[in-house]
């Protein structure tokens, strides 16, 4: 079974600074995807950014860019120019295709951008 | 709908008592899914739908727990006798299409069940 791991439970950055947050998975399969998800109080989950294991190059969204390490298992967020409303919870997850969207999350990082 | 929409937001519900939780699609999104999550946890899955059917329930804890889909629209889950331990955010999500390739899943806002 697919695990994933955050090992960041909270971070706090100031505005305009430029925070990573961490994942890490485990998996056997070689084609899968992975997300980052941002879940502000509102309790709705965004997609903020989507890799594909195939596809070497790094997926960036605007101030949104992933380091994907496949070897090494490891999926981190970086967070360029943070603003307040980045503040958020936010959800590494797994998905193994070609099937339903079954996704297997990790225990979020709880991030907070001071002003 | 403009978005999936879940009700209701919050429910309150004794030990033991029935519970029925509903969650309305994205017009035209032939999948869905259910995802629970507890306090301090990321979502787990529960089932997903395509169309009408149940294509998996894996995540389904026990038999207490059942969800349908009559009309491959509008889901509702429903937790019979319910337990402390079943308080947690349900959530729901939509998509067009199985693969994560060409879509997204839209998540809806909750249902946060508190069982006393």
């Known amino acids: 079974a697919q695990t994933v791991t955050q090992s960041q439970p909270e971070m706090s950055v100031q505005e305009a600074e430029t925070v990573t947050l961490s994942c890490t998975y485990d998996?056997?399969?070689?084609?899968?995807?992975l997300f980052w998800y941002k879940q502000p109080p509102s309790r709705q989950m965004i997609l903020v950014i989507r890799?594909?294991?195939?596809?070497?190059q790094n997926a960036t969204e605007n101030r949104f860019s992933v380091n994907f390490q496949k070897a090494a298992k490891s999926f981190s967020l970086k967070i360029s120019d943070s603003q307040l409303g980045d503040t958020a919870m936010y959800f590494c997850?797994?998905?193994?295709?070609?099937?339903?969207?079954?996704?297997?999350f990790g225990q979020g990082t709880r991030l907070t951008i001071n002003p | 709908g403009a978005g999936v929409s879940q009700t209701p937001s919050n429910k309150v519900t004794e030990k033991g008592k029935y519970v029925e939780l509903r969650c309305d699609p994205i017009?035209?999104?032939?999948?869905l899914y259910w995802y629970r999550q507890s306090l301090g946890q990321g979502p787990e899955f529960l089932i997903y739908?395509?169309?009408?059917?149940?294509?998996?329930d894996s995540g389904l804890p026990n038999d207490r727990f059942f969800a349908v889909r009559p009309e491959g629209s509008v889901s509702t889950l429903k937790i019979q006798r319910t337990e402390r331990g079943d308080s947690a955010v349900y959530l729901c999500?939509?998509?067009?299409?199985?693969?994560?390739?060409?879509?997204?899943?839209?998540f809806g806002q909750g249902t946060r069940l508190t069982v006393v």
């Open positions: 739908f395509q169309g009408t059917g149940a294509a998996d």
């Open positions: 997850a797994f998905m193994k295709p070609p099937g339903a969207q079954k996704l297997v």
């Open positions: 017009s035209g999104h032939t999948a």
């Open positions: 999500a939509s998509s067009l299409i199985r693969t994560a390739k060409n879509t997204e899943a839209f």
């Open positions: 998996t056997s399969e070689s084609n899968y995807y």
């Open positions: 890799q594909e294991a195939y596809k070497q």
